[in-house]
């Protein structure tokens, strides 16, 4: 089989219409604009209305991608949406996608693993695409977080917010093999040994509920830089590539001091970060391709440039991918 480079054939995503501010949350948590934005960089974040799923949020941000791609629903042959907050225990949320965009019937599924999520799917979807099973993949990271938020803990609750990216992943021949387009390489790890450190605690086998938000935010930050640095690190080095050639870090949206440490050490310009977390949040496994759209749009990441992302999140699981957009 000849080669197939994995190219990124369209971005879209979703924010939900309510927007709350620090200042909104203030009202009801024991908590203020300053203390939220020194200790996150986040200044508002979007909420899903009590009647939208996360198969809606995802929804709006394919319909968007497609759209970009200038391809159809008919045109998919995988779904995968990274989400710790489906519609339903079962089926996935993946077949409601495919539902609601009218996709003929095809591969389907959801994968969880919190932050991380999308790095996973992303992956998955390349091998699927670059093996020939597939030559159109949508790839979704998609939260309704607000939905298992503890109001009592103020050191929480104030992080997280909704929404969705889209991928469309495409296989292409290549142009040209001294400058090989798409997904370059990945990286993917997980450590069980540090599950408590971030996690909801619920779950249909143990409590039948579906839990609240729990993290140990010291440790949760120190793996963070570690890990997340590192994973670039390792994704640069099977790519064969420096990381002086890098256009664009796209983070996860997590927290702008972790973002800034990972810079630090990275030996990468602030100036070559896209950050969304002031008006998004943490939007977990949506963070990434929504950052990625808001670059892609506002006219900062283009064609031909080399973009590296980066998250870890509930696992402790993390990850990383190496991309000539």
Same mark, same amino acid.
């Given at each position: 089989m000849a080669e197939?480079?994995?190219i990124i054939a369209g971005v879209g995503s979703h924010l939900p219409e309510n927007v709350v501010t620090n200042d909104d949350l203030a009202k009801r948590v024991d908590t203020s604009d300053e203390w939220i934005r020194s200790r996150s960089g986040i200044g508002q974040r979007h909420y899903a209305a009590d009647d939208e799923s996360t198969s809606d949020l995802a929804t709006k941000a394919a319909w968007n991608a497609l759209d970009q791609a200038g391809l159809k629903p008919r045109d998919i042959g995988l779904i995968i949406v990274a989400t710790v907050t489906p519609d339903r225990t079962f089926p996935s949320t993946a077949v409601y996608v495919q539902q609601k965009l009218g996709v003929p019937p095809g591969i389907a599924f959801d994968v969880s693993a919190a932050c991380a999520g999308f790095l996973y799917a992303m992956n998955i979807a390349h091998d699927f695409v670059r093996t020939g099973q597939t030559k159109h993949a949508l790839i979704i990271g998609a939260e309704k977080l607000s939905c298992f938020l503890d109001w009592d803990d103020r050191s929480t609750c104030v992080l997280f917010?909704?929404?969705?990216?889209?991928v469309v992943l495409s296989g292409e021949?290549? *142009?040209t093999a001294r400058r090989p387009r798409g997904v370059l390489a990945t990286y993917l790890s997980a450590d069980g040994r540090l599950a408590d450190h971030l996690y909801a605690d619920g779950g249909p086998s143990t409590t039948a509920t579906v839990g609240k938000v729990r993290m140990n935010g010291k440790e949760v930050f120190r793996n963070a830089v570690e890990q997340i640095s590192n994973a670039v690190f390792e994704v640069t080095?099977?790519?064969?590539?420096?990381?002086?050639?890098?256009?664009?870090?796209v983070p996860h949206q997590a927290n702008i001091r972790i973002i800034q440490s990972c810079s630090k050490k990275l030996d990468l310009d602030e100036s070559n970060i896209i950050m969304t977390i002031d008006k998004h949040a943490n939007t977990?496994?949506?963070?990434?391709? *929504?950052? *990625?759209d808001v670059a892609i749009r506002d006219g900062r990441v283009k064609r031909g440039e080399l973009l590296v992302f980066a998250a870890l999140g509930g696992g402790l699981a993390w990850g990383s991918a190496l991309v000539r957009y």
């Open positions: 197939i480079e994995t917010g909704d929404g969705a990216g889209a021949a290549p *142009l080095e099977r790519a064969k590539v420096n990381r002086s050639e890098i256009d664009w870090f977990s496994s949506a963070s990434i391709p *929504l950052a *990625l």
